[in-house]
């Protein structure tokens, strides 16, 4: 009962904020199919965290199901948004059985505003259970499907000083070849992100697979590093 009143709570309230036109520019701008109600992103954050308050979950089978219900039958993007919110509700931060269905998210959702969208939540479920998830992203990093390689190679964005260095350096690696646009963009964006870290480290790897890394992973991997 609790999921179907929480789903419900989110489903109407994010139509009441609806802006058509916004919607549109939206739908555009992402190139989506799916329609867009027009609701910033920190609206429909803040509409998610209200109603898991108002109609709080008590289990992790139960915070799954509104999530896959969100998910799976959203109308609007802002849906699918809304279940990626739920996901960061503090119960399930540590819980490997979130797993599958941040996979169900990366491969189904298929793009990159939706595949970014849980990449915080893997880098947690990766700084608590490292000897699960570390083969777990080894094997994503040379999956067939695009978004979970990008997932992979963007799953410890938020580490920092806990980033596993050998982990991005392979996970990186198995996709320098490779001449997608998102792939290529999110080898620059995690070694950006580390560079605010370990900029020696960054730049070590960078001068070490100069002729391997595409300029544009080059040019952004360094963006923040001081030139010689």
């Keep these: 009962m609790t999921t179907n009143v929480l789903v419900e709570s989110i489903r109407s309230t994010l139509r009441s904020a609806a802006d ?6 939206a739908q555009a701008y992402l190139k989506s199919e799916m329609p867009s109600l027009g609701v910033r ?10 109603a898991a308050k108002q109609f709080p979950v008590t289990s992790v089978a139960e915070l799954q199901r509104a999530v896959m219900e969100l998910w799976r039958n959203a109308e609007a993007r802002e849906e699918r948004y809304a279940a990626i919110d739920l996901t960061g509700l503090r119960m399930v931060k540590d819980d490997l059985r979130m797993l599958p269905l941040y996979e169900e998210i990366i491969r189904t959702g298929a793009w990159w505003d ?29 999956d067939h499907d695009m978004w979970i390689r990008r997932a992979s190679i963007t799953a410890q964005l938020g580490a920092k000083s806990r ?4 982990l991005l350096a392979e996970v990186i690696s198995a996709n ?28 070590s790897f960078a001068t070490r697979n100069a002729t391997a890394m595409s300029p544009l992973s080059t040019r952004e991997a360094l963006r923040l590093l001081p030139t010689d």
């Design 20 to 25: 058509a036109e916004r919607g549109l520019g």
């Design 114 to 142: 939706l595949v970014d969208g849980v990449s915080h939540r893997i880098c947690a479920l990766l700084l608590s259970n490292g000897p699960t998830m570390t083969p777990v992203l080894l094997q994503w990093s040379r």
């Design 41 to 50: 992103v920190p609206e429909v954050r803040r509409i998610v965290k209200e």
């Design 163 to 166: 980033t596993d260095t050998g």
């Design 176 to 203: 320098l070849a490779d001449k997608e646009f998102f792939i290529r963009k999110a080898i620059g964006w995690a070694l950006r992100e580390y560079s605010k870290t370990n900029p020696d480290w960054v730049r």
